[in-house]
């Protein structure tokens, strides 16, 4: 990540008019200063435009990976430049709902554009009853499925597979599966009574 590899960057304080007037018509002052104008330009044009350096919508595409670093944006360098752009924009907001059923999926949705239904088989449950029957034993799986946003769009398995891995808790496995569409709604099970 160079910003030294600008042909013809001018410099905005040229050092040779900085110079006492003895020197303003010395030829070989001029040229050494105009040397050094040419070493320092990169350096004052990038202090001068620092903070856009920090902003996600205005930093180089080069500086992005180095800027996802300090947020700790994973950020993958064969997204386009504008997905990482996004990524990073929203990093503390994504950070906030991290390890949540929410994080994921707007995780997934922000860098695949698919939409996601999460089952966590953790195995919490809880009752205000005294004495209720126990739950059934956790899956142990956590089942991430997903369907493209945009009809027709594919969706990269195995990077899919990477992002959830690195959200899974550690004590789970997990699963995706892709699907052509959003998943069918379970249709609700009416209880059935038996006379004796």
Same mark, same amino acid.
Do not use: K
């Given at each position: ?139 142990? @799986?956590? *089942?991430?499925?997903?369907?493209? !946003? /945009? $009809?027709?769009? +594919?969706?990269? #398995? ?18 995706? @599966?892709? *699907?052509?569409?959003?998943?069918? !709604? /379970? $249709?609700?099970? +009416?209880?059935? #009574?038996?006379?004796?």
């Amino acid at each position: 990540m160079s910003r030294a590899a600008v042909p013809g960057l001018p410099s905005r304080y040229p050092i040779g008019e900085l110079l006492p007037a003895l020197y303003a018509d010395d030829d070989l002052a001029q040229r050494f200063t105009a040397g050094l104008d040419t070493v320092l330009a990169p350096v004052l044009s990038t202090l001068d435009n620092l903070p856009a350096y920090f902003d996600p919508a205005l930093a180089p595409a080069d500086f992005l990976p180095w800027l996802a670093t300090w947020v700790g944006a994973g950020i993958d360098p064969d997204w386009p430049p504008e997905l990482q752009r996004a990524v990073l924009a929203r990093a503390v907001e994504l950070h906030r709902w991290r390890g949540t059923r929410r994080g994921l999926v707007e995780h997934l949705r922000l860098c695949f554009g698919v939409h996601a239904d999460v089952r966590d088989g953790g195995g919490v449950a809880w009752s205000s009853e005294p004495g209720t029957a126990l739950p059934p034993p956790p899956t142990g @799986e956590l *089942l991430v499925r997903v369907w493209p !946003a /945009a $009809p027709g769009a +594919t969706v990269d #398995e195995n990077r899919l597979l990477d992002v959830v891995t690195a959200s899974c808790p550690v004590h789970l496995t997990c699963r995706v @599966e892709i *699907l052509p569409g959003p998943p069918e !709604a /379970a $249709p609700e099970v +009416t209880p059935v #009574e038996t006379g004796d």
